[in-house]
Structure formats: C-alpha cells, structure tokens
C-alpha cells in the first residue's frame, strides 16, 4: 500500500494549518505514519487519494451509522439545498427534528440544537448552572465533553478534587468549579459533594464512556448518581453525543432505567452535518432564553441542510429499530474474532461491545476507569493499528478510542477485518 500522495498532502497542510489537521486526533500522533488523506466514502469503506480502499471502523467518529453516502440521506440534502443553505430563521424542520426526539426520549420535553457536541454540553452545564443558582459541576477523570474551557480540566496537586486546567489558556478560575471523582466509584463522587463549597449543580457523565476507549458505566453507579443528585437538588446530565442513536435507538438510556435531568446530544443526531442538541423537561428548558434568563444562541444553529440531514437519518433510524440487534450481533463477532486472534499468540485483550459501538484494549484485566485505561500496552496499539491500515482496514488512531459499526458495514468486512487482525498479531509476536 502506498501513501505517497498522503504524505506530500499532509506536508502542504502542515504549512497551513496547526499539524495539518482541524481535530488533534487526526494527525495520527499516537499511532504514528502519516494520516491518508480521504477522497470519499462509500457505504463502509474509505477511499484515500493514493486509491486505497479501506472498511471504515471510525465512520467519521460515529455520526455515519448509515455509513458513507447513504443515498436517502444524500438526496434530502440536495433537496433543502436547492432552497437555500441558511436563513436564520426558524423553519419546521426544526420542528420535526425535535418533535422526534421528543417522542423517542422520555426525559425530553423540549430540545434545543447548537452545532457541535462541545456546544451542546456548554450549554447543558449553564442551564444547569442557571437552573440551580450552583457554579460547582462533577465530571468524570476520562470522561470527554468538548473543549470548552470549564470541561478541558485535569486532575489537580494530591487528592485534591478541584479540576485544573489541562490545557494552557485556560484559566484556573474557570476550571475551579469543575470537581474530579473517578468514574464507576461512588465514594469519589460522594467526597466531591463534601469538598464543594457552594453546592454542586450537576454531575455530567457519559453513561457509555467513549472517549477512555469503551468503558461502561455500572447500572448500580448510574442509579446511585440519581440518588445523590436527587439528595442534593443536583441535575444528573448525560452527555449521550456519542451513544445516542449508537448503543441503542436512545442511547445509553435504551440500556438503563436511570433517567438524567438533562440530555446532550451530537455526532449521529446530524448524520455528518454539523449539528448538536441538548433537552431537559420543560420546567428546564424553561430558564432557557428567550423562554428565561439563561442565554444561549448560534447563528446557524438548526441549519436547514444540517437539520434535513439529521432528519432523514432519524427516519431511517425510527423506521428500523431492528438495525441495533444486527449493528450489536456484527459488533460482537467483531471483537470476539480480535479477542480470538489476540489468544492464539498469547497476547492479553479485553473487550465491550454496546449496540454499534465496540472497545478492545491490550490489557489484562477489566477496564472500569481511566487509570485501569492507562494500562492498555498503547505501544502495541500503534503497531497493529499501522498494520491493520496497511491490510485495508482503517481503525480509530488511538487506544482510547471506541469503533464504530455501520449499516453498510458487511458481515464479509468484519470477516476481513478479523483475518487482517490474524495476520497482524502474528506478525508482530513473531
Ligand atoms: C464527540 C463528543 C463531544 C464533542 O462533540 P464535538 O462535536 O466534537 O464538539 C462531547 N461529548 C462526547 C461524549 C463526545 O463523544
């Protein structure tokens, strides 16, 4: 495989753009080579500019469960272009957008779209702010919600529970109301209460962390999160960006019986199109300017492309609820034929599966939170993700990374990716 016109466009990039990428994560820094540059999709494969087809585990970070260029959804935006790409003013696509999302989740009343996930969750954490006159939030160590500035925050000096900032240009006055607890560990979240000094307004969490590699939150922590909010008059969030429409038709709350206060929404919600949201019952969603006090606002928010999108997508996704059970049954066949090929050369692997969504990690033992992440041999990671790309198959460049399976992904792909996994971890114990 060659990546000849990879390479010189990855330089010219590099010439103008930060690391010549848009998103960090792309410039393949953990994984190491050099990042094909992609001339188009179809269904589940890539195809880079040197001609390399690959079968596509990323699908653009989750947003394609339909995979690349689904036609139904390709022809509902070529219908709202022709009308024009954005106003600035309300349309009923919006309309029918939320009304669906209303229907599907029970714990929406009202939803708002932004467009980003980052944005959604922003905007969730000041309504929840707002809501509950607290400034303190609880976030989880692995956890990822966007880069907004109070959400960019690491693990302070010692045992200190008070978040600071894990990127420069950040202040540590804007970080100092985020309080760190571990996830699946309630005695963390529980100290983070009795270290807040003016309350705690909510606790945000991925209740199918994604973004630590797969990792699950525990049913028991979930439901003791609802408890201690509900003791302390705090809103549980859940940021479901990544599991909505993913782990389920409704995401992580299609699994639980935990109900969150506030929910955000993102990546599949606009079937590539840039489009976040975030809902919460109506007496929420009434703080919310114009209805209230809490400001939020966007420009393009609920853009007529973005939302004609979003919209076929979600028809597709109501109309087929079936595809969750055969995404799932892929998905697992997936990581087993990886677990499988990881033992016939004595090479450590755990893995989780979660509707469309699939983790493996070298490692040997469970992975409940972050530190239990840190352990995965990454270094091995990097070797088999450059040689699963040189096979043909294309998987997110990062150990801490979920992947993602699409309609249009084949039970022959995951065949040939399987066979690929065989191969490259016999070459790399050999
Ligand atoms: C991707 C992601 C975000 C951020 O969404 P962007 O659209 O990249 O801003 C927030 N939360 C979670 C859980 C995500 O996976």
């Not at 599966?353 to 990454?378: W, Y």
Request: proline share 4%; aromatic share 8%; charged share 20%.
């Amino acid at each position: 495989m060659s990546y000849n016109k990879s390479e010189i466009a990855f330089k010219e990039a590099y010439e103008v753009i930060p690391g010549g990428v848009d998103s960090p994560v792309r410039a393949f820094s953990s994984v190491g080579g050099t990042p094909p540059f992609i001339a188009k999709g179809e269904g589940g494969h890539l195809v880079d500019i040197d001609g390399n087809q690959y079968i596509d585990f990323v699908q653009s970070w989750g947003p394609l469960i339909f995979g690349h260029a689904d036609q139904e959804i390709e022809q509902a935006v070529m219908d709202a272009v022709k009308n024009g790409l954005s106003f600035g003013a309300p349309t009923q696509t919006e309309t029918k957008l939320a009304t669906h999302i209303v229907d599907m989740f029970e714990s929406i009343d009202k939803v708002r779209f932004v467009n980003s996930g980052t944005e959604a969750v922003m905007s969730a954490i000041r309504l929840a702010r707002g809501y509950t006159k607290r400034d303190d939030f609880i976030k989880f160590t692995g956890c990822y919600h966007g880069h907004s500035d109070s959400l960019l925050v690491q693990a302070g000096s010692g045992m200190a529970t008070f978040g600071s900032p894990s990127s420069p240009g950040v202040p540590a006055d804007l970080t100092k109301h985020t309080l760190l607890a571990t996830y699946n560990d309630i005695e963390s979240v529980k100290k983070c209460f009795n270290d807040s000094e003016n309350g705690v307004s909510s606790i945000i969490i991925e209740p199918i962390a994604g973004n630590m590699g797969l990792v699950p939150a525990d049913e028991a922590f979930l439901q003791e999160l609802r408890e201690l909010c509900d003791e302390h008059g705090a809103l549980l969030i859940f940021d479901e960006v990544m599991s909505g429409f993913r782990a389920s038709l409704i995401g992580a709350q299609g699994i639980s019986s935990v109900k969150p206060d506030i929910v955000t929404l993102g990546k599949v919600i606009g079937a590539g199109m840039p489009v976040g949201a975030f809902g919460a019952n109506k007496a929420i969603m009434a703080g919310l300017s114009p209805e209230g006090p809490i400001y939020q606002a966007g420009t393009l928010s609920g853009n007529p492309i973005a939302m004609a999108a979003g919209l076929a997508s979600l028809e597709k996704l109501k109309a087929n609820p079936e595809i969750y059970a055969t995404l799932e049954k892929r998905a697992t066949r997936l990581v087993e034929g990886f677990k499988a090929a990881a033992d016939a050369v004595n090479v450590p692997m755990v893995t989780d599966v979660r509707g469309s969504m699939f983790g493996f990690f070298f490692s040997d033992k469970p992975v409940k939170n972050f530190e239990d992440a840190l352990e995965n041999n990454s270094e091995l990671f990097g070797k088999f993700h450059g040689k699963m790309l040189e096979k043909g198959v294309y998987l997110a460049c990062s150990s801490f990374e979920t992947g993602f399976i699409s309609v249009a992904t084949s039970d022959e792909m995951i065949e040939e990716a399987i066979r690929a996994a065989q191969e490259s971890l016999k070459e790399l114990t050999a």
